[in-house]
């Protein structure tokens, strides 16, 4: 059996009505060669139920990686879910975060040697998170700025973002102020680089543990490409009972070395080099 072009690596933690969408919103992707890594930050078993009874009805191939809930450690599951990539190009993104149809064929298409990509994702209140079906994905309702307005979505610049239009997409990737960084929710990458870099510090907790990964590979002379509108998203909300004000002191301070020693590799990543 033929490797897949790209490994899909969707990090989630007891969210399974929402991963559920997002599965469904993988099933009607254009670009069709890639396989799904679900890296489970410690779920409950009713997340693995849902992966296995959805399997039947998927058009690819899911591996359910898992650990122990022993608070956020979404970096460690990330590292294994890397070991557990049969591609050579991976794509990451987060079990709230639905994709567009064309959503895996952008960053198909702009990969390239030299470059990793960065996307963004277009944040839905609560109310229209739970309102999205099954169809609304299928029809790609859930994409269309009319359709969500009708469901009560706000006037907005960032309305913008879920523009179909190839010309304003490249104008506005060019004018936003927003830096190309490693995105969690939004970025993919060639499986040698991130090898290189030694993957996740395993260190970092919540804020800023991925765009940490971008700035090693910054720091190797990797560049990033722009694609906040192009490679399209849309997050359901959640509440964010894990983050800890500890948590983003400590990873601040990671950031910190990485940047001014311009480190390039973590020495706490996918091969262990410190305890």
């Known amino acids: 059996m033929s490797k897949p072009q790209i490994a899909i690596v969707l990090s989630t933690y007891n969210q399974p009505e929402w991963l559920k969408k997002v599965l469904w919103g993988y099933a009607n992707q254009q670009f069709k060669d890639f396989e799904v890594i679900i890296a489970d930050d410690g779920s409950t078993a009713e997340t693995k139920t849902l992966i296995e009874s959805m ?71 609560m109310d229209i998170s739970k309102a999205i079906t099954q169809e609304d994905i299928a029809q790609q309702r ?31 990737n060019w004018i936003t102020p927003t830096e190309a960084t490693w995105n969690g929710h939004n970025s993919s990458g060639w499986l040698s680089d991130i090898l290189t870099a030694n993957g996740f510090d395993q260190r970092m907790q919540y804020g800023g543990e991925d765009r940490e990964l971008g700035e090693r590979l910054f720091n190797a002379g990797l560049k990033a490409k722009q694609l906040r509108y192009t490679a399209i998203c849309v997050h359901l909300d959640h509440p964010r009972g894990y983050v800890k004000p500890e948590m983003l002191t400590k990873n601040a301070a990671i950031r910190k070395t990485t940047k001014t020693q311009k480190l390039t590799r973590t020495a706490y990543g996918l091969a262990a080099e410190k305890a």
């Open 55 to 125: 399997r039947p009805e998927l058009p690819f191939e899911v591996t359910h990686v898992w650990h122990e809930d022993n608070g956020f450690q979404k970096t460690i599951i990330l590292n294994t879910a890397i070991k557990a990539a049969n591609a050579e190009y991976l794509l990451f993104s987060d079990g709230d975060c639905i994709p567009r149809n064309d959503f895996v064929a952008v960053h198909a298409a702009h990969r390239e040697a030299g470059y990793f990509l960065s996307g963004g994702y277009f944040k839905l209140p």
């Open 142 to 172: 859930c994409f269309d700025v009319a359709w969500l307005k009708a469901q009560g979505l706000k006037s907005s610049f960032k309305n913008n973002k879920l523009t179909t239009n190839a010309a304003k997409q490249k104008f506005l």
